[in-house]
C-alpha cells in the first residue's frame, strides 16, 4: 500500500523558513521521481518542484524558483522541501507526490504552510 505522509508545516513570518519532509512507502522509493505540489484556498493545486529519482536533477515553478529547494534521501524513502525568503502567497497546503501513471492518485494529508505579512 503506497503511503505518503507530509510533515513540517507550521506558521512563520514574512522572510521565514520551513523544512518539509514527506515520508513515503509502499513502493521502491528510489526508482521514482518525486514532485511536491501545494494548493491554497479556492485555487487549484499547483506543481512546485520535482527531483529525478537519484536525486541529479530538479526543477521548480517559477513562483518559487531560487528560494525553494527540493532533495530526498533514498536511504530513508524521504523528500524534503526547503523552503526560504518565504511570503504570505506561499501559504498552502502542501502534498508530495509520485509523478508516474498509476501512482499519482496517490495523495498524502498534507502539511498546512501559513505565512504572516
Known amino acids: 500500500q503506497v503511503r505518503l505522509v507530509e510533515s513540517g508545516g507550521g506558521l512563520v513570518h514574512t522572510g521565514g523558513s520551513l523544512r518539509l519532509s514527506c515520508a513515503a512507502s509502499g513502493f521502491t522509493f528510489r526508482t521514482y521521481a518525486m514532485s511536491w505540489y501545494r494548493q491554497a484556498p479556492g485555487k487549484e493545486r499547483e506543481l512546485v518542484a520535482t527531483i529525478t529519482s537519484g536525486g541529479s536533477s530538479t526543477t521548480y515553478s517559477d513562483s518559487v524558483k531560487g528560494r525553494f529547494t527540493i532533495s530526498r534521501d533514498n536511504a530513508v524513502s524521504t523528500v524534503y522541501l526547503q523552503m526560504n525568503s518565504l511570503k504570505p502567497e506561499d501559504t498552502a497546503v502542501y502534498y508530495c507526490?509520485?509523478?508516474?501513471?498509476?501512482?499519482?492518485?496517490?495523495w498524502g494529508q498534507g502539511t498546512q504552510v501559513t505565512v504572516s505579512s
Open positions: 507526490n509520485i509523478p508516474k501513471r498509476g501512482l499519482r492518485d496517490y
